[in-house]
């Protein structure tokens, strides 16, 4: 499993470095850290209650969970923003390529066991969920007080939707964290 998991990691690393994406890093770095903050913050609200999880077999789970939301997840939105077209039909286009491409990739992590569903999650809510990752982190390089809006939004969605426990203690710690995120924005 580990070797899996290494593969897919260097996979997305060579793959950024052929395609040279670094150079667009200082364009994108705050929708970056947009994408790793919305991916840790899941991992927060949810941690009694995740809907996906990585099978970490023979690696440290939070180890593992920590290369995702710093490297992995950042690195595939930084290879899909480095070639977005201008043009709107491009765009969609675009989108729903990385989308369904992202898609087929998890389906079959998921059936070689590198991730599971729980609690009603499946295929189809993650393709919603690239479906989002990819138009929210264009909209986010160029409207990031309206791309936070909808992502709120969108979390309270997905939250009613799958029946996510969430207590007062909870969100204690992230109200402060957001607002000074937003002000710095």
Known sequence: MRQRHVMLILFVFLFNLSKKTWRHVPRFH???????FINA?????????????????????KWLRAIHILFVTPAITLLSLSSFPSNLSKQILHVMKWTIGSTLIEYFTYRMRIMEYRHGWNVFWSGVIFFILYTYSYL???KPVATWILS???M???IAKFNIPI???????????IAKILRYS
């Open 156 to 158: 309270f969605f997905f």
């Open 41 to 61: 913050f899941y991992y927060y609200l949810c941690r009694n209650f995740l809907l996906w999880e990585f099978n970490p077999k023979g690696m440290n789970r």
């Open 140 to 142: 986010h390089s160029k």
């Open 152 to 154: 709120f939004v969108t």
């Open 30 to 36: 705050k929708t970056l850290v947009f994408v790793s």
């Open 167 to 177: 207590t007062k203690r909870l969100l204690k710690g992230p109200v402060f964290i």
